[in-house]
């Protein structure tokens, strides 16, 4: 065993979270992954409720950092928005996240949240990378997507569409080039080769879409990284950034907005795609997906994409 800690923060309560926790410690006793220390940071109560309902293995107590964060796990409907799992999930994830400050654990694996039951419960953050961003004291943040498939990071990303033009700054952009350039460096063991996306149709075609935001804001930005000798070009078409030989020749895709890189990365890797915070103090990946209260404690979740989050965890604090 090696001396890697790592916890796996549980997700809402009602999800799949549970679930894909359970199973990726079977994994684990399959030796489908590396060696490393897992502990669950969640509810007992709940993962016992779900392995008697999925037909999954109970982990042992040791494997399970119990917060006791629910008035009544056994009121927990499965499928069902609650204040009361929107709470108990931000509480595991923050519980994590102090253990990973303190050293206690080297990085986390987060499951789903559910962001209506966040906002029921009265925690008004869009998502894990904000409440990390703020619990971490990180001013410099984005969400990487990384999968074998493609892998892209977000110059904006939890926001209306109406507010991306009112984000996307040159200095915002800056940001999002350096710390993919580093981070996708690190994780290839190489300089990455990157393309910045154009954020209208046709990368803008000179001016005759939107507010010259091509010109204005990515071309500069491009420009200024290749003259701190990072391997990026662009802006280029979004419509056609993606197709197959593209993807063969670049390591990372700077995406203005979310769906922009999002569409893609489900399309190809919906299963393996791997969440990833850069800008940190500590090591977090998460799963690609959402918490599919449709499929909530039937055994029917795929495994795949917090499997992938833990191998990528697993490398991530070997070389950090």
């Given at each position: 065993?090696?001396?890697?800690?790592?916890?796996?923060?549980?997700?809402?309560?009602?999800?799949?979270?549970?679930?894909?926790?359970?199973?990726?410690?079977?994994?684990?006793?399959?030796?489908?992954?590396?060696?490393?220390?897992?502990?669950?940071?969640?509810?007992?109560?709940?993962?016992?409720?779900?392995?008697?309902?999925?037909?999954?293995?109970?982990?042992?107590?040791?494997?399970?950092?119990?917060?006791?964060?629910?008035?009544?796990?056994?009121?927990?409907?499965?499928?069902?928005v609650s204040a009361d799992c929107g709470r108990a999930a931000y509480e595991y994830l923050i519980t994590a996240i102090d253990a990973a400050l303190a050293g206690d654990i080297d990085g986390l694996i987060t499951a789903p949240l559910n962001k209506e039951a966040l906002h029921a419960a009265e925690i008004h953050f869009p998502g894990h990378t904000e409440i990390l961003?703020?619990?971490?004291?990180?001013?410099?943040?984005?969400?990487?997507?990384?999968?074998?498939?493609?892998?892209?990071?977000?110059?904006?990303?939890?926001?209306?569409?109406?507010?991306?033009?009112?984000?996307?700054?040159?200095?915002?952009?800056?940001?999002?080039?350096?710390?993919?350039?580093?981070?996708?460096?690190?994780?290839?063991?190489?300089?990455?080769?990157?393309?910045?996306?154009?954020?209208?149709?046709?990368?803008?075609?000179?001016g005759l879409f939107g507010q010259r935001e091509e010109e204005r804001i990515i071309l500069p930005e491009v420009e200024a990284a290749r003259a701190r000798g990072i391997d990026i070009s662009g802006p280029?078409?979004?419509?056609?950034?993606?197709?197959?030989?593209?993807?063969?020749?670049?390591?990372?895709?700077?995406?203005?907005?979310?769906?922009?890189?999002?569409?893609?990365?489900?399309?190809?890797?919906?299963?393996?795609?791997?969440?990833?915070?850069?800008?940190?103090?500590?090591?977090?990946?998460?799963?690609?997906?959402?918490?599919?209260?449709?499929?909530?404690?039937?055994?029917?979740?795929?495994?795949?994409?917090?499997?992938?989050?833990?191998?990528?965890?697993?490398?991530?604090?070997?070389?950090?």
């Amino acid at each position: 065993m090696t001396d890697k800690k790592l916890a796996i923060t549980m997700g809402d309560p009602a999800g799949v979270g549970p679930e894909v926790c359970l199973m990726l410690l079977q994994q684990q006793k399959q030796k489908s992954l590396p060696p490393v220390e897992l502990t669950i940071y969640g509810d007992h109560a709940i993962l016992e409720r779900v392995a008697t309902a999925t037909g999954l293995p109970l982990p042992d107590e040791s494997q399970v950092r119990h917060i006791p964060s629910l008035p009544d796990a056994g009121a927990v409907v499965p499928g069902k928005v609650s204040a009361d799992c929107g709470r108990a999930a931000y509480e595991y994830l923050i519980t994590a996240i102090d253990a990973a400050l303190a050293g206690d654990i080297d990085g986390l694996i987060t499951a789903p949240l559910n962001k209506e039951a966040l906002h029921a419960a009265e925690i008004h953050f869009p998502g894990h990378t904000e409440i990390l961003a703020t619990r971490t004291n990180s001013d410099r943040t984005c969400m990487l997507q990384y999968s074998n498939e493609v892998t892209a990071s977000f110059v904006t990303c939890h926001c209306g569409y109406a507010e991306v033009t009112q984000l996307l700054t040159r200095e915002r952009l800056c940001e999002v080039i350096d710390l993919t350039h580093e981070a996708v460096g690190r994780i290839n063991k190489r300089p990455p080769r990157m393309i910045a996306l154009g954020l209208n149709p046709h990368a803008g075609e000179h001016g005759l879409f939107g507010q010259r935001e091509e010109e204005r804001i990515i071309l500069p930005e491009v420009e200024a990284a290749r003259a701190r000798g990072i391997d990026i070009s662009g802006p280029i078409p979004p419509d056609t950034a993606f197709i197959p030989s593209t993807r063969r020749n670049t390591d990372a895709f700077i995406c203005m907005y979310h769906d922009q890189g999002h569409i893609p990365l489900k399309a190809l890797a919906f299963d393996s795609a791997v969440n990833v915070t850069l800008g940190l103090p500590i090591v977090r990946t998460s799963v690609d997906h959402g918490t599919a209260f449709n499929i909530a404690w039937t055994g029917a979740a795929n495994p795949g994409s917090i499997l992938s989050a833990t191998r990528l965890a697993i490398d991530l604090c070997s070389i950090t």
